[in-house]
């Protein structure tokens, strides 16, 4: 991987702030939305949520729903095929089936003319439950006696989704050598997506073929169409998926959402079937981030060198794996930090229990053992006296170094990203705390944050058109962040044409070549990859065509601005790719076109080094870098949080688009400012307290801070175009330790548990004066 | 569903009184949430946005009467609403946020009773009062005494609020309102109501109330009286919100916890009457 041809881009589009081409019909609400479509004959789906955490189905009574005028169809599990989904492990069905795992869980699925008529259906569903005990938390469903979500898989705890061991050095001795040792247990939130746009399917059978399309909204056409044709027992080309505009996923669309049974409601009454989430159905029904409990502990020596650390995770992945056993591989991977720790001892648990099923969410595992690490390093810096910026920079790795399990850091910009925030922050002097406003105390805090960037299989294929424009096909869907535009300018940036000339294709299973998925910090990255290899290809077959046209040598020739090849030192000498292409077409040759293909190669485990246990790969990790920081005002009265200034700053390899990776990295910041202070699914006895936007609180345009400077640092490393790393996940991994070091610079509490409500804060302050602390 | 706009308030209570399941349409910011929530769906919807005496405002030498569909907008910006009076203008200003205060009046805070926003609270510090009309003519109401439960009021069926009276109450006395919440335009987990009378450093006069800490505004004379008379000194001001806690009876929710308001109680009491004396100064 690191003997990639780095070609300079063509041209000025690399590195602009182009405009997003779909920002205009955005903000003017023409964008066209999956709830947008109507077709003839459209039915409404809805679902029934399960009133139980945990309950037998005794049985089913549908007829009085059936029975109901404008009603076309009920389905409950008895009408689908018997087959259980999931990324991992197979343990989900579309609608229930036998038992109920959580409350709100889709037990029957209606069709009917109208919204309205669909939803009174929902209340004639009879269904007899045998309500069984229920497990609501991860420890507890891993002790002998706790009662049982799915049957045993094998050895071990049947509610165990995975368990994963590393260890590295000898990390039993190790505590000895330490002269400070810091040790915590942290808490984490369920954390919800709310993507603007809540989950939504049209389906349409065509009555000649069977064949169904589905329209939908998702990070992955690939994914869906896979996984409707194994939930439905239908073979894959019989579904076609394509994706309009999406209105944000973070996660939460990576795998299927309510496509497979609104096709199923397709199918059952032969009519199209669109569904759409109320809110209230989508924070019920779909997924969150998981909730973690972390218990860890962390020595150093007097000279501030980190020796050892151990920990204990446990991920509560809720009724289903879903994605939680890959949460729980890079929650450990990242279990040690960006540092180079000779003693570590990773045990990591993701577990089933009775809650709404917890899987991908922007940083994947990663926020979750980042606040506890990077909380414990400034507690370690604290005990040490040193400057917690200066601590982590004697302790982060460089390049070449191994990550935990042997992987070598290939780009290790970390000093270069603390270095530039303490700069950018003017840290030192407000580390001496500038005179809060009344009430109020202040402070600031960072972390040091690592990342992966791209992960499995991606394709393109670009061709130019008779007239030299150039077209760029890739499967990949643009959840609203920006990556068509992005990828159209890693395009137009290696061919050296105008944007106005490259039409880039929205992603359509019959005709896109496959993506894996827009997740995992990979689009741009990984995309982006294969589209220069295409381009170079392109670029090879319009050179061979121009040397027979200017009577030159290929090696000569150079791509010009404007998309034309003309000789090199020899400005009068050109070609435009609209007459190559037309001697392509009609001369010699046949159409210029070129497809490139990449799977990114597995994670290395060098197991002579680590005793691993439990871990999979997925294949993703080219590690990526930032440091972020934020400035603090805590009320001595409320215990209330606000943030008053924030940086951020990244190792984005190369800027493809500087304003679209600002808004992502302030984005980010602001879901982790939630993350950090306010968002949290809350529970009581299984059931869902606050699944509205009133309850659940994300932050407003109030509520930020009045600057968050995100800072880009230009370090091209590694397959990504032009040397540009990912930065999506990246900005919200850090943000919640940033938050909390700066609470206890502030005010001296040591936030443990997330979000640091007013609430938790304010105990915390009263905790430390009862203690005689200042 | 069938909607009418009547012209008049006679108009009004004739189609309230001729509807068993009417219901009355101010700003709807809460009505037509409820109702797309399918948590209520009346079969008569009498809007009053054509009631031209409902918008009025007209001063008085005793006080300030307020359209009950006023704006909390237009409350917030209405410069007459000086001294005690500033009470109502404040939490007025404070409200949810810009998209809520231009749609939602006065008169829809009164009948709704929802004891987690600012205007009930606020109206029973100013010991404002409203015009209820009905069919037997218009009476006055204490507000204080129109608040019967959380969501209920003493409204009779086929009443309306016309307007509301904020008494212009003592000379230099100052009203302020202070909320605290989980996020800015959320409800307030605890609001502070209150009207201030300083005579140099002694306090002559005050009226606390507290909102979200139970189902009507916690208003208890004891705690008032506890103040009237010292310096406002921290032990006057603990001993004070002790009684408003210990007559509170605040819920757990998703905003905070009940415990957690009692420990917000004196201390928004302490920073209110900061606040408020500082108003007094200038």
């Not at chain 1, 606000?642 to 879901?671: C, K, M, T, Y």
Request: net charge neutral; proline share 7%; with cysteine.
């Amino acid at each position: 991987m690191s003997s990639h041809p780095k070609p300079e881009p063509v041209g000025d589009v690399v590195g602009a702030s182009v405009p997003k081409p779909d920002a205009r019909e955005k903000v003017t609400g023409r964008a066209v939305y999956t709830d947008d479509l109507r077709v003839p004959g459209m039915l409404h789906g809805v679902l029934l949520g399960s009133p139980h955490a945990h309950a037998r189905i005794l049985s089913y009574d549908t007829s009085l729903a059936k029975a109901l005028p404008g009603v076309r169809a009920v389905l409950t599990a008895e009408d689908l095929p018997p087959v259980d989904i999931g990324a991992v492990i197979k343990d989900q069905p579309l609608l229930a089936r036998g038992k109920v795992r959580y409350v709100g869980e889709p037990v029957a699925a209606v069709a009917a003319v109208d919204p309205t008529t669909a939803r009174r259906a929902l209340e004639l569903i009879r269904v007899q439950y045998e309500v069984l005990p229920p497990v609501f938390d991860a420890e507890a469903a891993l002790r002998p006696d706790a009662p049982v979500l799915h049957a045993p898989r094998g050895p071990g705890h049947p509610n165990a989704a995975s368990h994963i061991r590393l260890i590295e050095g000898e990390p039993d001795g190790a505590w000895a050598k330490c002269d400070v040792i810091i040790e915590d247990v942290y808490e984490t939130p369920a954390q919800q997506h709310i993507y603007l746009e809540p989950c939504s399917t049209l389906a349409e059978v065509d009555p000649d073929t069977g064949r169904i399309t589905l329209h939908t909204s998702t990070q992955t056409a690939f994914r869906v169409q896979a996984i409707t044709a194994e939930a439905l027992a239908v073979p894959m080309s019989r579904i076609r998926v394509l994706v309009p505009r999406v209105g944000g996923a973070f996660g939460g669309k990576v795998e299927s959402t309510n496509q497979p049974i609104t096709a199923a409601l397709a199918l059952a009454t032969g009519a199209p079937v669109k569904m759409t989430f109320s809110r209230t159905d989508d924070m019920t029904m779909m997924r969150s981030r998981h909730g973690a409990r972390i218990h860890m502990r962390t020595g150093a020596t007097r000279d501030g060198r980190i020796l050892a650390r151990q920990v204990r995770i446990y991920f509560d992945t809720g009724a289903y794996a879903d994605d939680g056993p890959f949460v729980a591989n890079i929650g450990s991977y990242f279990a040690r930090g960006p540092y180079r720790i000779p003693h570590v001892d990773v045990e990591c648990w993701c577990v089933y229990t009775n809650k709404l099923r917890a899987g991908a969410f922007r940083g994947f595992g990663n926020p979750q053992i980042h606040f506890a690490s990077e909380v414990q390093v400034d507690r370690l810096a604290e005990a040490l006296g040193m400057d917690p910026i200066e601590l982590r920079l004697r302790n982060a790795l460089e390049t070449g170094e191994k990550w935990l399990g042997g992987a070598p850091v290939e780009s290790g910009t970390l000093h270069a990203c603390l270095e530039r925030a303490r700069e950018v922050s003017d840290w030192q002097r407000r580390r001496q705390r500038a005179p809060p406003a009344p009430g109020k105390r202040r402070g600031i805090g960072m972390a040091a944050v690592a990342h992966v960037s791209g992960l499995l299989g991606s394709s393109a294929t670009v061709r130019i058109n008779e007239d030299g424009s150039v077209n760029v096909s890739t499967g990949a869907v643009d959840t609203g962040q920006g990556s068509d535009t992005a990828l159209a300018q890693v395009a137009a940036g290696a061919l050296g044409v105008p944007l106005s000339q490259l039409h880039f294709s929205r992603p359509d299973t019959d005709t896109s070549p496959y993506d894996w998925c827009t997740g995992g910090t990979r689009t741009t990255f990984t995309v982006g990859h294969v589209i220069t290899q295409a381009c170079e290809q392109v670029r090879e077959q319009l050179f061979e065509h121009a040397s027979a046209m200017l009577q030159r040598p290929v090696q000569q020739l150079e791509l010009r601005p404007g998309g034309h090849v003309g000789v090199r030192g020899e400005p009068g000498t050109s070609v435009s790719f609209g007459a190559i292409s037309g001697y392509a077409l009609y001369v010699a040759g046949g159409p210029i076109l070129a497809s490139a293909r990449w799977l990114f190669p597995a994670w290395q485990l060098d197991t002579q080094r680590t005793h691993v246990e439990g871990l999979t790969s997925m294949g993703n990790g080219f590690f990526v870098f930032a440091a972020q920081v934020a400035e603090v005002e805590v009320d001595e009265l409320t215990g209330h949080v606000e943030v008053l200034e924030a940086w951020s700053v990244h190792d984005v390899g190369r800027v493809i688009n500087p304003a679209a990776a600002e808004g992502q990295i302030q984005g980010g910041f602001v879901q982790g400012l939630g993350y950090a202070l306010t968002e949290e699914l809350l529970w009581k006895e299984g059931h869902l307290l606050n699944p509205t936007m009133g309850g659940y609180k994300v932050p407003g345009a109030l509520d930020v801070p009045r600057a968050i400077h995100s800072v880009l640092l230009e370090h091209p490393a590694g397959p990504g175009p032009f040397g540009a790393k990912g930065v999506a996940e990246v900005s919200l991994v850090g943000v919640a330790p940033a938050i909390c070091n700066a609470i206890r610079h502030a005010t001296g509490a040591n936030i443990r548990r997330i979000p640091a409500t007013g609430e938790r804060v304010l105990r915390e302050l009263l905790a430390r004066e009862t203690q005689g602390g200042h | 569903m069938r909607y009418a706009e009547p012209e008049t308030v006679e108009e009004g209570l004739a189609l309230l009184a001729a509807h068993d399941d009417a219901r009355c349409l101010a700003g709807g910011a809460s009505l037509v949430a409820m109702m797309n929530a399918g948590r209520v769906a009346p079969g008569m919807l009498v809007s009053l946005h054509r009631i031209p005496e409902l918008s009025d405002i007209t001063e008085t030498g005793d006080g300030l009467w307020l359209g009950a569909m006023c704006t909390h907008r237009g409350v917030a910006a209405e410069p007459r609403l000086r001294g005690a009076m500033a009470v109502v203008r404040s939490a007025a200003g404070q409200l949810a946020h810009p998209a809520i205060r231009n749609m939602a009046t006065l008169g829809g805070s009164v009948c709704l009773a929802d004891p987690h926003t600012e205007l009930p609270a606020a109206l029973v510090a100013a010991s404002a009062r409203a015009e209820v009309a009905g069919p037997g003519g218009r009476r006055l109401v204490p507000v204080e005494s129109l608040l019967v439960d959380g969501f209920r009021t003493s409204l009779q069926r086929g009443e309306l609020v016309t307007r509301v009276f904020i008494p212009r109450g003592t000379d230099g006395a100052v009203g302020h309102h202070l909320r605290f919440s989980r996020v800015s335009s959320d409800y307030p987990t605890v609001s502070l109501s209150l009207v201030l009378v300083m005579d140099g450093d002694t306090c002559r006069q005050a009226r606390v109330v507290v909102g979200a800490s139970g189902p009507v505004p916690l208003h208890v004379d004891a705690a008032d009286q506890r103040l009237v008379g010292t310096r406002l000194e921290e032990a006057d001001v603990a001993e004070a919100g002790r009684l408003l806690v210990r007559a509170a009876t605040p819920l757990d929710d998703v905003r905070g916890s009940a415990e957690y308001r009692r420990m917000l109680i004196p201390r928004l009491l302490g920073r209110a009457l900061s606040q408020a004396r500082e108003h007094a100064h200038v």
